[in-house]
């Protein structure tokens, strides 16, 4: 197996008394998509806070292709992209504007070429001058996935990454990570509340409860192993009934 | 420290600016209605009071250097505030962007922005009431450096204040020069001033520009070793500002402060 592009270690982070994340461990090798499942508040955010550095973690490590972030951050975070709902980009710059400002972060090289092949590959370019608090919920976020690619990560942090999208849009993406991830030896990390489209893009998912692993496997046969008809309705036991679904 | 992400942050700046004049407006505008007010104020005092004192210089030139100082500052504050406004930290911070760089960034912004209000006050400054800068002599540079870095530690100091309070703390900020300004003496000596306030008067690196500048018009000199050490306490101020905003940066990432940053106001 080759060297993972993410390890996540024993990552555990307390706000106060109230544990969010505890003794999380997992990895994501290049070429694969995994999917981070939780119910709402379970850690999902919270640990891709930790892995991109914005938030410190209470114990544990995270190295993005062996770089320790907390001792390494800016050498980690340099192949390192991630697109989130509630991270917009900025609304008072254009599409174009925000691509080469963060273009100029990440140190692109042949920056005009590389931006005007994401505008075309996300169907951007009719918005290349438009404000992107001017562009519909859809159209943001494929600017904000556009700008997730400008660096061409190895490791792709992507929090519910098609939720305002139309399923035809939602689609198209979907095939473009996975052929990221295939063809260029991406590591995509996958949150989503939508369970068939898990099934269709994840290799391996994790579901978190109560800012823990309670399983972890493929999307296809988990189910089943737990006797569920569908990752829907594993979903569901985790919400709601997890330390009956864990002794289970 | 690297040059590109300190380019960005600057080229964003340029991009807001460009786009929208309601930005450019407040850079030449404030300190251009500042100019004529007071030339108009110093060119009523210059007929009616005694001749021989020079009001165009001591008043309207106290009136550029202190506006000049408001600039430098607000040049940093207005660009972080960018970031506050549009919820961008956690698209900002979760890339190989050091907090170095950032605030090399916001400091860069001032010195264009705060140079292009310089400019337009000396150009109006000198045009319509006949202000000499060259009055002040070579002294003028090292007034401008003092000035320059005491609004940089200011603006750092202020931006991290706001980070670690919250978006609603900039109302804090935009009265800061206000609060300074009795304690500076900009348009009196500091021998005016009661003794309680002459103590805040001297620990601030602005007293000793205002001082020089009254000694040099009115022809006495002014020792340059109150200039050296007007420069070492604003430098001095400028290393306690970084060390306090990487200390509430390091805070805001331990707490989550950081990543949750659109709260209206952060305990």
Redesign the interface.
């Known amino acids: 197996m080759a060297n993972p592009v993410l390890s996540v270690s024993a990552l555990g982070k307390r706000?106060g008394d109230k544990v969010a994340v505890d003794g999380v461990s997992f990895e994501v090798q290049p070429n694969e998509i995994v999917g981070l499942l939780g119910p709402n508040g379970a850690g999902k955010?919270?640990i891709i806070?930790m892995i991109?550095?914005?938030?410190?973690p209470t114990a544990g490590a995270v190295a993005i292709e062996g770089r320790d972030v907390a001792s390494e951050?800016?050498?980690a975070?340099?192949c390192t992209n991630?697109t989130?709902v509630?991270?917009p980009?900025?609304?008072?710059?254009?599409v174009y504007?925000n691509l080469?400002?963060?273009a100029?972060?990440?140190?692109v090289k042949d920056t005009a070429a590389r931006i005007d092949e994401l505008l075309d590959q996300f169907e951007l370019a009719a918005f290349r001058n438009v404000?992107c608090g001017l562009l519909s919920s859809g159209e943001q976020a494929r600017a904000a996935l556009a700008?997730a690619m400008l660096n061409r990560p190895h490791l792709l942090l992507l929090d519910e990454p098609t939720a305002s999208l139309d399923p035809s849009k939602a689609r198209e993406i979907r095939a473009q990570i996975r052929e990221l991830a295939r063809r260029h030896g991406v590591g995509v990390l996958w949150t989503s509340h939508n369970m068939t489209e898990v099934q269709e893009v994840c290799d391996r998912v994790l579901f978190l409860s109560r800012g823990a692993i309670l399983l972890e496997g493929d999307p296809r046969t988990l189910p089943r192993e737990h006797g569920k008809s569908s990752l829907e309705d594993l979903f569901v036991s985790v919400a709601r009934e997890p330390l009956t679904l864990e002794a289970g | 420290m690297r040059w590109h992400p300190i380019l960005a942050i600057v080229l964003r700046q340029f991009y807001l600016m460009r786009g929208s004049p309601a930005r450019l407006f407040p850079l030449v505008i404030w300190v251009a209605v500042d100019i004529l007010l007071w030339g108009f104020i110093t060119k009523y005092l210059g007929t009616v009071a005694a001749p021989g004192f020079n009001f165009v210089s001591t008043l309207l030139g106290a009136v550029l250097l202190w506006d000049f100082f408001g600039r430098v500052m607000l040049g940093i504050t207005t660009a972080f505030f960018e970031d506050v406004w549009s919820r961008n930290f956690l698209n900002i911070f979760a890339t190989p962007l050091r907090t170095s760089e950032y605030v090399a960034g916001l400091v860069l912004t001032s010195i264009l922005t705060s140079s292009l209000a310089l400019v337009v006050m000396i150009a109006l400054a000198t045009a319509v009431f006949g202000l000499s800068i060259f009055a002040y002599g070579v002294m003028l540079a090292p007034f401008l450096l003092v000035l320059f870095l005491s609004g940089i530690a200011l603006g750092i100091f202020s931006a991290a204040v706001v980070l670690r309070l919250g978006p609603a703390a900039e109302w804090l900020i935009w009265p800061i020069p206000a609060l300074l300004s009795p304690f500076v003496g900009v348009f009196y000596p500091l021998s005016t001033l009661p003794a309680w306030m002459h103590v805040i008067a001297y620990a601030l690196a602005p007293s000793y520009v205002f001082e020089g500048m009254r000694a040099i018009i009115a022809g006495a000199t002014f020792p340059a070793t109150h200039l050296l050490w007007s420069a070492c306490l604003a430098a001095l101020y400028i290393l306690l500002a970084a060390g306090f905003f990487a200390r509430v940066y390091r805070y805001a990432v331990r707490t989550g402060l950081l990543a949750r940053y659109s709260a209206e106001t952060v305990s």
Do not use: D, H, S, W
Request: proline share 3%; hydrophobic share 45%; net charge positive.
């Open positions: 706000f955010t919270t806070n991109l550095g914005v938030l410190e951050r800016a050498q975070l340099a991630f989130a509630y991270a980009l900025p609304g008072n710059l254009t504007q080469r400002f963060f100029l972060i990440y140190n404000k700008k």
